[in-house]
């Protein structure tokens, strides 16, 4: 791959990001929810740790070393939505 | 033979060092380094967010008060910030090409582009405080949103601060050949993480609170 041609990528990439912050943007006043504000995130985060960060590029051992890891941390968070759930009704304990 | 032995062996009499078996990240040591800190610091992150949206979720009255001037403002820094992530990709590339000059050049585009995203933040930040937003209060609703709010955006501008530091010394110590393109590589991994820690902030914090 020419330099040239990486940096054709680097700038797809780029206007790739922008568009979906607009999509965001557009999603927050026709359709807002946490959920499909959260996938465009994670598609920009994909687009930024692959081709930004050059993780695609490096080998697959450190993609694994990396990636599974925290995504099981950042996923093993979502232990605290019964609790958020019960402080609404100032129940006792989760339902 | 073991292997152990015949290691020793080699040593002993003065022969060539023992073939070592390959390297599981092929990365350097400093770059490694730098990509276990940004785990961490997503996982910080993480759970600042999550704590952001159990605290969202319990207040029966989160305010929903982003206007259209400030949603325009978010747009704005976030195109800034994303586009010193490419500024900060080229100089990248130029430094690894050899290119000194256009490495460094771009390097301090980056900076300034990033200390212009931190200006339109404190200008944000100056006209909630002004309209009554603190770390306990807010005029408009749940008390908490205030310290979520300045809490994790205080958080994000905190390590834009200091990627703009780093940045200034990395670019400094290119120049001058203390150095090398490598450096320039890993730094520029923590400024794509805090552009990335951006794309999560925004829709978050502002775009689930637009006023309708």
Request: with cysteine.
């Amino acid at each position: 791959m020419t330099a040239e041609g990486s940096l054709k990528n680097d700038l797809m990439i780029y206007v790739g990001i922008l568009v979906l912050a607009g999509v965001q943007i557009f999603l927050a006043y026709h359709s807002p929810g946490v959920l499909r504000m959260l996938a465009v995130a994670a598609v920009q985060a994909v687009l930024a740790v692959m081709y930004f960060m050059h993780l695609k590029d490096e080998k697959s051992t450190l993609r694994l070393a990396l990636v599974p890891a925290t995504i099981f941390v950042l996923v093993m968070m979502n232990m605290v939505w019964a609790d958020s759930y019960r402080l609404i009704h100032m129940r006792p304990f989760p339902k | 033979m073991s292997e152990a032995n015949m290691t020793l062996g080699h040593a002993a009499v003065g022969h060539s060092a023992p073939p070592m078996e390959a390297r599981p990240f092929a990365v350097p040591s400093k770059k490694l380094v730098m990509w276990l800190f940004i785990i961490s610091d997503a996982c910080t992150f993480g759970a600042m967010l999550y704590a952001y949206g159990y605290i969202r979720n319990a207040a029966p009255d989160w305010p929903h008060h982003f206007e259209s001037s400030s949603i325009i403002n978010v747009a704005l820094m976030t195109f800034v910030l994303v586009t010193s992530s490419l500024t900060m990709l080229i100089a990248t590339r130029n430094a690894k090409s050899g290119d000194k000059a256009g490495a460094l050049r771009f390097t301090w585009i980056t900076i300034v582009l990033g200390l212009v995203f931190a200006a339109l933040h404190l200008r944000e930040w100056s006209s909630m405080i002004n309209a009554g937003v603190g770390l306990t209060s807010n005029p408009w609703g749940a008390p908490l949103f205030g310290g979520t709010f300045f809490g994790i955006t205080g958080l994000h501008l905190v390590h834009v601060f200091s990627g703009a530091i780093a940045l200034t010394v990395v670019g400094l110590g290119y120049k001058r050949g203390r150095y090398n393109a490598d450096d320039i590589e890993i730094w520029s991994l923590y400024w794509h993480f805090v552009d990335l820690v951006w794309m999560f902030v925004v829709p978050m914090v502002y775009l689930l609170n637009v006023a309708q």
